[in-house]
Structures are given as structure tokens and as C-alpha cells.
């Protein structure tokens, strides 16, 4: 690979269908396996080797109701020097590095790439450089699929569940452990 995206790690979110669920703390706090949500996507990211930034609340604090379109404006403005960004949530703590590699070294040939797995639309999306423009413009809830529409889309199959995976509510966090423990298990 010649130029390497960096990874945005959007942790910002206020986790609101999480605590609608039943639980007491933030999700990317939640214990999962021995460590925090947050801490077991950290870990892939720094394995893939990627360069990332992590977005947190206070990044964002300024903004009156801000969502997922300001945490990504954010993070990419951040990194104005980037060969392009990898959108990653930071509750899919099952997500693997290869995953992140492999769309890496397919935003060498598209302007947007989005992992699937078995049909399912995952994470992380990545932008190249002709995103900048765009996706400084986010604001809201919205994410950034207003820039994805604008683009033909390199649809990549992956065989990461991990990208799927997210940890939105209390029931799928207890999904995600028994799917750790399954492969530990192994």
C-alpha cells in the first residue's frame, strides 16, 4: 500500500438505545471478556497498523444534539493530511484488523468502500480523498451514507462477523461475549 488511510474511531455517541436497554453505563465502557468494548476495537486497530484518530464526546461537546455525521466531520478534520478514512464505531468490538487492511488496500482502487459479510452491510466504510469536501460538510444523524450515494460503491465480502456486530443494546452486548467465548473456545 502507498498512502494509508487512517482510521476514524467514532466514540462520541451517547449510546442512548444501549441505555434504553437496561444498562447503567456507556457501551464502549462495558465490560466485555475482561476489558472494555471500546478497548477490545482499539486493539484492532492497532494491530491492522493503520494510523487512526478517536473521536470522543468532548470533541464534540460544542455542538448542540451533535450525531454520527459530526463525529466523522470532526475526525476528518483532524486528519486533513489523510490519504483517505476508514469510518469505525467504536462498539463492534469484534471487528478484525484484516478487515480494516483489506478495505484499506481496496480504497487504493475505489473512492468508497463497505465491507460486507454474508449480505450485511459493515464497518468500517472508507473514503478516499475525493470525501474530504463531503464529509467535512456532515452534520446530524445521519452518518455518511449522503456521500456513499454519491459514489459507485466497491461492495467488499469479508469474512469478519465482527463488522456486523455492533453492541447497541444490552442483549446484543451478551451476544457478542458468548461469540468471544465461542472462540476462545477453539
Same mark, same amino acid.
Given at each position: 500500500?502507498?498512502?494509508? +488511510?487512517?482510521?476514524?474511531?467514532?466514540?462520541?455517541? #451517547? /449510546?442512548?438505545? @444501549?441505555?434504553?436497554?437496561?444498562?447503567?453505563?456507556? #457501551?464502549?465502557?462495558?465490560?466485555?471478556? /475482561?476489558?472494555?468494548?471500546?478497548?477490545?476495537?482499539?486493539?484492532?486497530?492497532?494491530?491492522? /497498523?493503520? +494510523?487512526?484518530?478517536v473521536?470522543?464526546?468532548?470533541?464534540?461537546?460544542?455542538?448542540?444534539?451533535?450525531?454520527?455525521?459530526?463525529?466523522?466531520?470532526?475526525?476528518?478534520?483532524?486528519?486533513?493530511?489523510?490519504?483517505?478514512?476508514?469510518?469505525?464505531?467504536?462498539?463492534? +468490538?469484534?471487528?478484525?484488523?484484516?478487515?480494516?487492511?483489506?478495505?484499506?488496500?481496496?480504497?487504493?482502487?475505489?473512492?468508497v468502500?463497505? +465491507?460486507?459479510?454474508?449480505? #450485511?452491510?459493515?464497518?468500517?466504510? /472508507? @473514503?478516499?480523498?475525493?470525501?474530504?469536501?463531503?464529509?467535512?460538510?456532515?452534520?446530524?444523524?445521519?452518518?455518511?451514507?449522503?456521500?456513499?450515494?454519491?459514489?459507485?460503491?466497491?461492495?467488499?465480502?469479508?469474512?469478519?462477523?465482527g463488522?456486523?456486530?455492533?453492541?447497541?443494546?444490552?442483549?446484543?452486548?451478551?451476544?457478542?461475549q458468548?461469540?468471544?467465548?465461542?472462540?476462545?473456545?477453539?
Amino acid at each position: 500500500m502507498t498512502a494509508l +488511510p487512517t482510521i476514524i474511531v467514532l466514540a462520541a455517541g #451517547k /449510546g442512548e438505545r @444501549f441505555k434504553a436497554s437496561g444498562a447503567s453505563q456507556d #457501551k464502549l465502557d462495558a465490560m466485555l471478556c /475482561g476489558q472494555r468494548v471500546r478497548d477490545h476495537v482499539l486493539a484492532a486497530v492497532r494491530s491492522s /497498523g493503520l +494510523p487512526f484518530h478517536v473521536v470522543e464526546r468532548e470533541h464534540t461537546s460544542h455542538l448542540k444534539n451533535p450525531g454520527m455525521g459530526d463525529s466523522i466531520a470532526c475526525g476528518v478534520a483532524a486528519t486533513l493530511d489523510a490519504h483517505g478514512w476508514l469510518i469505525l464505531p467504536a462498539d463492534l +468490538p469484534l471487528v478484525q484488523a484484516s478487515t480494516l487492511l483489506a478495505v484499506a488496500t481496496a480504497l487504493q482502487q475505489h473512492a468508497v468502500v463497505v +465491507p460486507n459479510y454474508n449480505g #450485511k452491510q459493515g464497518h468500517p466504510v /472508507g @473514503f478516499d480523498l475525493s470525501s474530504r469536501a463531503a464529509l467535512l460538510q456532515l452534520t446530524g444523524d445521519h452518518g455518511a451514507r449522503a456521500v456513499v450515494a454519491q459514489h459507485a460503491v466497491c461492495r467488499l465480502d469479508v469474512a469478519d462477523e465482527g463488522c456486523v456486530l455492533d453492541v447497541d443494546t444490552v442483549e446484543a452486548l451478551a451476544f457478542v461475549q458468548g461469540r468471544m467465548r465461542e472462540n476462545e473456545a477453539v
